[in-house]
């Protein structure tokens, strides 16, 4: 007796069989989506590099779910198109593209001013844009672009707001850190890598800032019913891997992301945690922890260090003119 369907039938249904069975285990490894319905209604979000990837993400959900939701971002074409895109398809017309460029502090003293003269409160802000392992190049001011970007950038916005979150409270900041941070060491008498620069070691340095930032901060915040917390989303596939080696090359691209298909989570995913650490009503009094994805993580000993986190902040302050001597 002969099979009912011809033998092709049976490996096109093997192989769709086959790859929707991986798209469900990805979709399991990558992890839950936040599915709790708080409204924002009335609420002002600012959410930085969100032109694309989780920050984009994050905006889409934000604005579902009725918050005013301002996109600094650095390229306003790129973010006008984003933001047409998230309008759209939530029908929130509160969405805002507003120029924040992170590796210039004039630009974004220019836009903490113009945010100020139109919005009187902000419930949430959200530290999400970076750079990755970039070759050696410098932010207007002459800081190490990964640093000056990943780190003194949103140093420098975080506290021109901090009056801003303070009358607005309670309210949350949410800094995007690494893992990577547990391979990083601040380096005390080569900060800006002038005397050696590696880029995965800039990058790493970077992110345990943002770690000792947060914590810096919690401690300064007490008292005030602003929290700040920091966050390893996970490994996402966004354009932040773009300055890599393999990322150069269109075959290794295609190979390495194959590879890896499976374990990197989608933009979407990757947003969750970052939702979470925003939203959750049972985060509103956690402050100064680091999580990776929905729970509190350790930190590396470096990150730990309460006097090298005065000593940074310190340097910061310096560096962004935040307090000009």
């Given at each position: 007796m002969g099979l009912p369907f011809p033998k092709p039938f049976y490996y096109y249904?093997?192989?769709?069989?086959?790859v929707g069975g991986?798209?469900?285990?990805?979709?399991?490894?990558?992890?839950?989506?936040?599915?709790?319905?708080?409204?924002?209604?009335?609420?002002?979000?600012?959410?930085?590099?969100?032109?694309?990837?989780?920050?984009?993400?994050?905006?889409?959900d934000l604005a579902k779910r009725n918050a005013k939701v301002i996109m600094a971002c650095r390229d306003m074409e790129k973010c006008?198109?984003?933001?047409?895109?998230?309008?759209?398809?939530?029908?929130?017309k509160y969405v805002y593209c507003r120029k924040c460029d992170l590796a210039s502090q004039?630009?974004?003293?220019?836009?903490?001013?113009?945010?100020?003269?139109?919005?009187?409160?902000?419930d949430i802000l959200i530290n999400n844009a970076g750079v990755m392992r970039c070759p050696k190049s410098y932010t207007q001011e002459g800081i190490e672009m990964q640093l000056g970007v990943n780190h003194m950038g949103?140093?420098?916005?975080?506290?021109?707001?901090?009056?801003?979150?303070k009358d607005s409270a309670p309210s949350r900041i949410v800094n995007l850190s690494s893992a990577a941070h547990k391979r990083g060491k601040i380096k005390l008498k080569d900060l800006n890598s002038a005397e050696n620069y590696d880029a995965s070691q800039a990058y790493a340095q970077s992110k345990l800032a943002n770690v000792?930032?947060?914590?810096?901060?919690?401690?300064r915040l007490k008292?005030?019913?602003?929290?700040?917390?920091?966050?390893?989303?996970?490994?996402?596939c966004?354009?932040?891997?773009?300055?890599?080696?393999?990322?150069?090359?269109?075959?290794?691209?295609?190979?390495?992301?194959?590879?890896?298909?499976?374990?990197?989570?989608?933009?979407?995913?990757?947003?969750?945690?970052v939702l979470f650490l925003a939203l959750d009503p049972s985060l509103k009094d956690v402050t100064g922890s680091y999580f990776s994805a929905y729970t509190v993580a350790d930190v590396s000993d470096e990150a730990k260090n309460d006097g090298l986190a005065k000593w940074l902040w310190a340097a910061s302050e310096k560096w962004t003119k935040l307090n000009p001597v």
């Amino acid at each position: 007796m002969g099979l009912p369907f011809p033998k092709p039938f049976y490996y096109y249904s093997g192989a769709i069989t086959a790859v929707g069975g991986g798209y469900l285990f990805r979709d399991y490894l990558s992890g839950e989506l936040y599915e709790k319905e708080e409204t924002l209604r009335d609420k002002v979000v600012i959410v930085t590099g969100s032109n694309t990837g989780i920050g984009k993400e994050i905006v889409h959900d934000l604005a579902k779910r009725n918050a005013k939701v301002i996109m600094a971002c650095r390229d306003m074409e790129k973010c006008e198109t984003a933001r047409r895109d998230i309008v759209l398809d939530t029908e929130n017309k509160y969405v805002y593209c507003r120029k924040c460029d992170l590796a210039s502090q004039e630009s974004i003293r220019s836009f903490v001013k113009q945010f100020k003269k139109e919005h009187s409160q902000l419930d949430i802000l959200i530290n999400n844009a970076g750079v990755m392992r970039c070759p050696k190049s410098y932010t207007q001011e002459g800081i190490e672009m990964q640093l000056g970007v990943n780190h003194m950038g949103h140093f420098l916005l975080t506290n021109l707001l901090l009056d801003v979150l303070k009358d607005s409270a309670p309210s949350r900041i949410v800094n995007l850190s690494s893992a990577a941070h547990k391979r990083g060491k601040i380096k005390l008498k080569d900060l800006n890598s002038a005397e050696n620069y590696d880029a995965s070691q800039a990058y790493a340095q970077s992110k345990l800032a943002n770690v000792l930032f947060t914590r810096e901060l919690a401690d300064r915040l007490k008292g005030t019913g602003v929290t700040v917390n920091a966050i390893h989303p996970g490994i996402v596939c966004t354009d932040i891997v773009r300055h890599m080696s393999f990322y150069q090359n269109y075959i290794a691209r295609i190979f390495i992301k194959s590879l890896t298909w499976l374990f990197v989570k989608p933009p979407k995913k990757g947003a969750q945690p970052v939702l979470f650490l925003a939203l959750d009503p049972s985060l509103k009094d956690v402050t100064g922890s680091y999580f990776s994805a929905y729970t509190v993580a350790d930190v590396s000993d470096e990150a730990k260090n309460d006097g090298l986190a005065k000593w940074l902040w310190a340097a910061s302050e310096k560096w962004t003119k935040l307090n000009p001597v």
